[in-house]
């Protein structure tokens, strides 16, 4: 089956984008490997339980798993995306590709070590000092993952003349990276809550990921109506 003849819907991304990544490159099966490896780590326990008290025990990390299960496919979706939108693998790609590939399997103790203890499936009983730093390192993290894929739409940008993007694939990639910038914002506001703050506020810092909601809404409706205009008014493909 060719590129033309795969429906976009099928493909994951938004109708009028023709995607240009529909095969399965050898960066897509590693990355997909090292995404797969990363979800295993998060796993409470990689034994099975011998009793119920044990089964009990391993149900404790269920939400825990849960939300860093939701963080990581969040992650996954995206990188999807992109490569279905723009097929590109060239040394730019690859170079930002390993650099999110290593935050992700980085971060994983660190995300499955706050989750479990917001949850009070483990205490650690770390000082606030230890707690400021864990908003830090846990708002690096999200900050440089996010940094990463608006690199990414910016380098499909650069490319928009070989890609032959039309007026509204080119929309949909400043979009991105405008997305992305927005997403990436929130967590380096973390950081520098938390580092400003004193000590025993600090962990106010982890507040500020509420407004994700209000602010990929407001994001979300503006890209559309900008998105329905250029639908409406019927612009050449190129």
Request: with cysteine; proline share 5%; glycine share 8%.
């Given at each position: 089956m060719t590129d033309s003849e795969i429906h976009p819907r099928?493909?994951?991304?938004?109708?009028?984008?023709?995607?240009?990544?529909?095969?399965?490159?050898?960066?897509?099966?590693?990355?997909d490997a090292v995404f797969a490896f990363a979800l295993t780590l998060l796993v409470v326990s990689l034994e099975v339980p011998r009793t119920f008290h044990d089964l009990?025990?391993?149900?404790?990390?269920?939400?825990?798993?849960?939300?860093?299960f939701a963080v990581l496919m969040q992650i996954w979706f995206k990188h999807y995306g992109f490569f279905r939108r723009y097929g590109l693998q060239?040394?730019?790609?690859?170079?930002?590709?390993?650099?999110?590939?290593?935050?992700?399997?980085?971060?994983?103790?660190?995300?499955?070590?706050?989750?479990?203890?917001?949850?009070?499936?483990?205490?650690?009983?770390?000082?606030?000092?230890?707690?400021?730093m864990l908003l830090v390192i846990y708002g690096l993290g999200g900050a440089a993952v996010f940094l990463v894929f608006a690199l990414l739409y910016r380098h499909a940008w650069r490319l928009r003349e070989e890609l032959e993007l039309s007026a509204l694939e080119r929309y949909d990639t400043r979009?991105?990276?405008?997305?992305?910038?927005?997403?990436?914002?929130?967590?380096?506001?973390?950081?520098?809550?938390?580092?400003?703050?004193?000590?025993?506020l600090a962990g106010l810092a982890g507040w500020i990921y509420l407004a994700y909601g209000p602010l990929l809404t407001w994001n979300g409706i503006r890209d559309g109506r900008g998105r329905r205009a250029l639908e409406a008014a019927g612009l050449p493909a190129r």
């Open positions: 099928h493909t994951g991304i938004a109708p009028g984008f023709r995607p240009r990544g529909t095969g399965h490159t050898r960066i897509e099966l590693f990355s009990m025990k391993s149900m404790e990390g269920f939400v825990a798993f849960a939300v860093c060239d040394m730019t790609i690859r170079v930002l590709n390993s650099v999110l590939l290593f935050i992700v399997l980085f971060y994983v103790y660190p995300l499955k070590f706050l989750w479990t203890n917001l949850l009070g499936v483990e205490r650690a009983g770390f000082s606030f000092a230890e707690g400021r979009a991105g990276i405008l997305e992305n910038l927005l997403t990436a914002a929130v967590p380096v506001l973390s950081v520098l809550l938390a580092l400003a703050l004193p000590e025993h």
